[in-house]
């Protein structure tokens, strides 16, 4: 029996939910797309890449911000459809410059709050393409 | 503008993926689907339910297993489109009887590896039905 990359379940788009998470501290830091190429280049380099659904292309995490993801640990679960991958990150993970891409929290009042200090000027990142 | 749970963006199925967290320790426990009636009895109930594909029906988790997650905080992401939950786990989050479902990691020669122990019997949890 197989027990390889090739026991995950890609979904009828040929996708799979990759949630990364920091290695160091535990938080989750977003949650994104890879097909089977993604997945594979992301083993084999050790940088974490993408499947961008909105911009249909790859991807690799860091490729225009120079905050990438390096590989940790790549973890499956009982029903082999997302893949968990813990990383160090460098910089931060989210592109409006929070350290985690879940920087708001539902209130009881049922609102979102930002409950994170954003650490980075998206504009500086990204104003450097 | 609305600040709500209106603002997740679901899928075309309605669907938007929950990341389980467990709270105390950082642990990925699982990831499953939850539709806007699960998110809000989730919310309003202050455990997670879900919406399951393969059996198209509503779920609390720990419905059979008594395995409940009580729900300590509720966050999205940047895009809204997927929900970290974080919990208290009672019990264990897989239905194979780990602690959390991701219990498999890639080896470098390519193989997936069980690297948690099995903390329940599954037959003799769902053995009770």
Request: aromatic share 10%; proline share 3%; with cysteine.
């Amino acid at each position: 029996m197989s027990n390889d990359l090739s026991i995950l379940k890609y979904d009828e788009k040929g996708l799979i939910p990759a949630v990364i998470q920091d290695a160091e501290t535990g938080a989750v830091l977003m949650v994104a797309y890879m097909n089977e190429t993604s997945l594979a280049e992301t083993v084999k380099t050790g940088k974490t890449h993408f499947w961008s659904r909105s911009r249909q292309k790859y991807w690799m995490k860091g490729e225009s911000s120079g905050h990438t993801q390096d590989v940790q640990g790549v973890y499956t679960d009982c029903d082999a459809d997302p893949v968990l991958i813990k990383v160090k990150q460098h910089g931060v993970a989210c592109h409006e410059g929070y350290r985690s891409c879940f920087f708001r929290q539902l209130e009881p009042a049922g609102e979102w709050k930002v409950i994170a200090k954003q650490e980075v000027d998206p504009e500086k990142v990204y104003g450097k393409k």
